[in-house]
Every structure is written in C-alpha cells, then in structure tokens.
C-alpha cells in the first residue's frame, strides 16, 4: 500500500472516530457471515456502530487521542464498538453476543482513560452502572438523609394531629374527655 492510500486511510479513521472516547476491541475472525451480520444489526438497533480497522493505520490515528491507550491490545484482526450512551452499554451488548457466538473474542475496553483487558476486563466493564443509573445512585444517597430527618421531624406531629383527631371523635359522639393528671 503506498504511503499517499495510507495517509488517505489514516485520515478516515482519525475522521471517523473523532469524538469517540471509549470503546471495546474485539475480534470478529472465524463468525460466519449470517452470524456478522446479525451481531452488527443487533448492536444497531442500540445505535452501537463496529469498525473493522487496520491496526497499523489506525495507531497512528489515535496517537494523543483518548484512544491512544487501547492500542496495546490491537493485534491481530481487530474491530472496534463504540457508540450507544456509555461505554458500559456497548460492553453489556457485546457481552450479551459473546455468549451466543464462541467466535467473538472480547479484547479489552477503554473507559475514561482506564484500560480494562481480555474477556474478564470487558465483563467486569458491563456490571458498572450507566452514566444515568450512576446519578440515579447519587441522586438516592444525596436524599436519603434529608428523607429520613423529614420523617423524624413528622413522627411526633403526626403523634399529636392522631390524639387532636381522636379528642375531636370523642367530642363529636358526645363523650368525655377525661383529665389527665
């Protein structure tokens, strides 16, 4: 391949991946092509995109990108995933997929810098939260506190509008209240 395709190659991928932040490498070698297809349509429909990609070239398009640390584990044929909300979705997915094809090698991940290797790095990947199940998370230890001080200062209110309203059905039915001394 000569130089001027190669710059030409290196440029695509540098253009088509700009932005990408996160991915999962894997390898596609020995699906069978129904099973390719169904594996790329499937992440499709979660608006996760695979990118077959030429290891060489596409070092030289991640160099003093984000990406530049997933390098190490391009070798051989290699396909990045990427897309979807988070990370952790595309992993989830793969994951889901690996299990149906025998074929499909899970490489390793990038999140934010971290490396996660091989098939366990990509599973331990797929059980962190979301970005959204994450605030969620926060969200729900941030309130819990207050939630729980608004019902200690309800209980004794409460207590009394219970006492006030049986004093108020007691003298309603003519009954009297007795002191209490």
Known sequence: MSKPVKNLLIRDYAAK???????VVVSLRGI??????????????????????RNNLVKHAFK??????????????SALVYGAESVVDVAR????????????E??????????????????????FPTRAEALAQTVTLI?????????????????LAGIVQAIEKKLEKGETIAKVG
């Open 32 to 53: 069978p092509s129904n099973d390719n297809n169904n594996l790329r349509l499937g992440l499709r429909k979660n608006n996760i995109r695979v990118t077959v990609v």
């Open 143 to 159: 309130l819990s506190p207050a939630q729980k001080l608004v019902g200690q200062l309800n209980g004794p209110g409460r207590k």
């Open 17 to 23: 991946l700009s932005g990408v932040e996160n991915a």
């Open 64 to 77: 003093q990108t984000k990406l530049e640390a997933i390098v190490p584990l391009l070798n051989g044929p």
């Open 93 to 104: 997915e793969v994951v889901k997929f690996a299990a149906k094809l025998d074929k499909l």
């Open 106 to 127: 899970l490489r390793g991940a990038i999140l934010d810098g971290v490396l996660f290797e091989g098939k366990a790095g990509v599973e331990e990947l797929s059980k």
